[in-house]
């Protein structure tokens, strides 16, 4: 039996050597299209963090990616694979609406935390449903939340239709009151006297982190999560001390949709003021690859957000000045990171188990 590897091997090496790994593959394709990946890297690098414009648009991206990181992670400790990120975010992103249009709000702290339930709220309520089918039909996770991640965009394409489309041609509601809006992190610092350019980047950036400090709480520090963790690692031996499977099943799928539909806040409440058609945009399938390439942890997924929030905001940047390096080309480049900490994670991690196991013989 191969020897478990040290933390430090599993939690950095082991996603170190495949992100190496993605970003050597990539650098083969930008060569095959006639183009210079040295220069490609040092744009990506500095649009991205070049500048507080391009650090602005990374951790605006990136805080979006924490909470559907987050809200996988949760799931991947009780051993489910929620893939249903992008429906939750859907309608966690209709929760906040109908909060912010509900009152006139005089004041974005009065509005907050009432939004947050509501994303939370509608986010989680989508979860429930496959964690129940989960649970109580032997319904098959995976499966569930795909075809729930259809019915939320359709049922998002109605509501923006026929319930709360605003006047005009665009699928959008109208523009909240300015009693909602999130402070943006420029003006945030600029009370503090730090200047920072303008960007998308708002409060939510640090909800984010409130929302992974919970998390770790949760998952560590709670008897909830040493059940979440127990029933994860075996459900026969959790069964037998006492844990109820439908319980922790419900819960947290429940919990996992309540951090998906909180991503809403960042892009809904702090961006646009409004509900817009596929806000979304992949963040809940891109959360998959940030909770696998931060091993489900929140440190790990906060550092693979930013690496995600690099990768969208450098590759904007990488198509505008490289024109050969189309923002298709920043997609494959984006999935050969999720193939290498993905799929291919046995490519690395089997031949450094046996570096280890040689090791500990020797």
């Not at 429930?128 to 995976?142: N, T």
């Amino acid at each position: 039996m191969t020897p478990a590897l040290p933390r430090w091997a599993d939690l950095v090496l082991i996603p170190g050597l495949n992100l190496a790994l993605a970003f050597l593959v990539a650098g083969l394709v930008v060569v095959f299209i006639g183009e210079d990946p040295i220069r490609a890297v040092r744009i990506l690098i500095q649009g991205s963090l070049g500048s507080s414009y391009g650090i602005g648009f990374t951790l605006f991206y990136a805080t979006t990616f924490v909470f559907t990181g987050l809200a996988v992670a949760i799931a991947f400790h009780a051993s489910l694979f929620n893939i249903g990120g992008e429906g939750q975010a859907a309608l966690g992103g209709v929760g906040a609406t109908l909060v912010c249009l509900a009152v006139p709000w005089p004041h974005w702290a009065l509005a907050l935390p009432f939004a947050i339930l509501g994303a939370g709220l509608l986010g989680g309520a989508w979860a429930f449903i496959p964690g129940y089918l989960q649970a109580k039909r032997g319904s098959h996770i995976v499966i569930t939340t795909i075809m729930f991640n259809f019915i939320a965009s359709a049922l998002v394409v109605y509501l923006l239709n026929n319930v709360l489309k605003a006047p005009g041609m665009s699928l959008e509601t109208r523009k909240f009151g300015e009693g909602t809006y999130l402070p943006f992190m420029h003006e945030m610092l600029g009370a503090i006297g730090i200047e920072m350019s303008r960007t998308p980047m708002n409060l939510t950036s640090i909800l984010a982190l409130a929302a992974a400090f919970l998390t770790w709480l949760l998952i560590w520090r709670t008897r909830l999560g040493y059940e979440i963790r127990a029933f994860g690692h075996s459900e026969p031996a959790a069964v037998y001390a006492g844990i109820d499977p439908v319980r922790i099943t419900i819960l947290v799928m429940v919990m996992s949709g309540a951090m998906a539909g909180l991503m809403a806040l960042n892009v809904v409440m702090g961006y646009q003021h409004r509900l817009v058609l596929d806000f979304v945009g992949g963040a809940g399938f891109v959360g998959i690859a940030v909770a696998l390439m931060g091993r489900s942890h929140p440190v790990g997924v906060i550092l693979a957000s930013i690496l995600f929030g690099i990768l969208y905001q450098g590759g904007a940047e990488l198509a505008f000045e490289m024109p050969a390096i189309t923002r298709d080309m920043i997609v494959v480049i984006q999935a050969l990171v999720i193939l290498f900490t993905g799929a291919l994670e046995n490519l690395v991690r089997l031949p450094v188990e046996r570096v280890f196991a040689r090791r500990a013989r020797g």
